[in-house]
């Protein structure tokens, strides 16, 4: 199948005698908490919201929230977020170890009921003001068999810990029998820049994490303007994590395109090391030019797994602009992207390009629209074969039938489709990808559903941002999603949040309801 005249499928019936259809409430994995009164550790308790709540109500209460519900309200969560909000940097050493006690007692309980969660994150509040080593006292008291990921600690919080106490003496994270993985958050380190013995106090922290050589550091790289404190910490990290031999990446959600015009569209000594270890990329494509800093990335950043591209509308314009023609504009196009990636381990890519609307006055409209699919064509041909575990795009209006024939020829693995703002969607689009295992939508799309998918995911996280027409599904029954996906499903979960629908997910194996939680995270 391979034009848009298809004779629509007749609807496709997987369901059997044995059908499940679960209506639960979706119970907030992310809890914000704060002692009543710091003054009087002991006797005062600790007040807890969520992300529904704006008011904080008792530990007791909260537990009692959670002993109400539906075992199934915890299966989707596989991240567990807690936010302290007090200010402990004025405590003695003894309250703080017995205020560490007492969140950790509650985390525990939390952990317990979020079984299916493998990555944790406790994290200050507070902006600009120091914990008193409070985050890893918490830690020392927690245990687990289902943790594997412990996140964000920032590098301040790391090297005052290992100025009053020893990594080594301390055993933080033994209690958690699967851990495996770490990230520090670097963002301004001004904090810094007037102590001594930087070197000492990060090598006991990774001659620690790296007793287990399973163990990966995540560095995480938040660059604000003009401070490139970041960069010169995490070269520190890395220059230092090799006597260790500890196997380190980077994320780094800066705009690599801002690097690389910063220094004449090529990679400076600092740049070029980061890049060598960097997993996750952002680039930001403002200008005619910055085009080409897509080729830069593509054939040298060789640990990359994952990369996003935001890419201006008004760039198909600018080229048409310049080359005065549609087919000069082609021949421009065509000469840019004449390479192909051969990245082995980037296997997730988003691209956000929306489509710019043009007046019927406006003489070229047709030829800018049709030039702005010709050049997603073009990034998505340069694009590694390796793209085999997610496809997400976003603001893409009108995608024509020949770029998922692109999408197809380009990515034979491809197992996840996302779609986010994405309006007239070819309705048989997905017939052309026979390797599709998951759907995911933002908000609803009239499209038929091949017989092959396995999971199809419909959110409504932000329905706010979506347009009129996604509003009014709350109510509606499975056969509002069967008549869109022209295809029935014998199972069907519907999560709520406040009454409202947060999502639907359709399968035909109960069992892979597991894999829901990854996939919300992929539309997120």
């Known amino acids: 199948m391979s034009s848009e005249d298809i004779n629509t499928p007749k609807m496709i019936d997987d369901s059997n005698d044995h059908e499940i259809h679960k209506i639960f409430n979706d119970f907030s994995s992310c809890f914000n908490l704060k002692t009543a009164n710091i003054n009087d550790i002991n006797n005062s308790d600790i007040l807890c919201s969520d992300n529904y709540l704006s008011e904080k109500i008792s530990l007791e209460e909260v537990k009692r929230k959670i002993s109400n519900e539906e075992k199934i309200s915890f299966e989707f969560a596989d991240s567990i977020v807690f936010i302290i909000e ?120 990774l001659s620690y994490i790296s007793r287990d050589k399973s163990v990966t550091l995540n560095i995480c790289i938040e660059e604000k303007e003009g401070d490139d404190s970041p960069i010169t910490y995490a070269l520190k990290i890395l220059n230092l994590s090799k006597t260790f031999s500890l196997n380190v990446k980077i994320e780094d959600s800066s705009d690599w395109s801002k690097y690389l015009k910063e220094n004449n569209y090529e990679f400076n000594d600092e740049t070029t090391k980061i890049k060598n270890e960097t997993i996750s990329a952002a680039l930001f494509i403002d200008g005619v030019n910055d085009l080409q800093t897509i080729k830069i990335i593509l054939t040298s950043m060789n640990k990359l797994e994952k990369i996003i591209f935001y890419i201006n509308e008004s760039i198909p314009k600018m080229i048409y602009e310049e080359y005065k023609s549609l087919e000069e504009s082609k021949i421009y196009l065509n000469k840019l992207f004449n390479y192909k990636s051969n990245l082995k381990y980037l296997t997730n890519v988003r691209i956000s390009f929306k489509r710019r609307r043009y007046s019927e006055d406006d003489m070229d409209a047709e030829n800018l629209q049709y030039l702005h699919d010709y050049m997603l064509d073009c990034i998505i041909s340069v694009l590694p074969s390796s793209i085999s575990k997610v496809l997400y795009l976003m603001e893409l209006d009108f995608l024509p039938l020949q770029t998922f024939n692109k999408i197809s020829s380009q990515f034979s693995s491809l197992t996840t489709l996302s779609f986010l703002l994405c309006y007239n969607i070819p309705e048989n689009a997905l017939f052309q990808l026979p390797s599709l295992k998951n759907v995911v939508f933002n908000g609803e799309r009239k499209v038929n559903i091949p017989p092959w998918i396995e999971i199809v995911l419909f959110l409504y996280f932000d329905i706010d941002f979506y347009y009129p027409d996604d509003i009014f599904s709350d109510g509606k029954k499975n056969e509002h999603y069967f008549n869109l996906m022209n295809r029935n499903f014998n199972v069907s979960l519907r999560c709520l949040r406040e009454k409202d629908i947060f999502f639907i997910a359709f399968m035909n194996d109960f069992n892979k309801r597991m894999e829901i939680a990854d996939l919300i995270n992929i539309g997120y």
């Open 86 to 205: 007090d200010n402990t940097k004025d405590l003695s050493n003894d309250n703080i170890i017995c205020l560490a006690k007492k969140y950790a007692s509650f985390f525990q309980y939390v952990i317990q009921h979020f079984s299916n969660a493998n990555d944790l994150c406790i994290t200050n509040g507070l902006e600009n003001v120091p914990d008193s080593c409070f985050l890893f006292h918490i830690y020392k008291n927690l245990k687990s068999t289902n943790i594997k990921s412990i996140r964000s600690f920032s590098l301040e919080e790391i090297v005052d810990y290992a100025m009053k106490y020893d990594f080594l003496n301390s055993n933080i994270f033994d209690g958690f029998e699967r851990f495996n993985e770490i990230s520090i958050n670097l963002h301004s380190c001004e904090f810094l820049k007037n102590l001594q013995n930087i070197d000492e106090h990060i090598n006991n922290f």
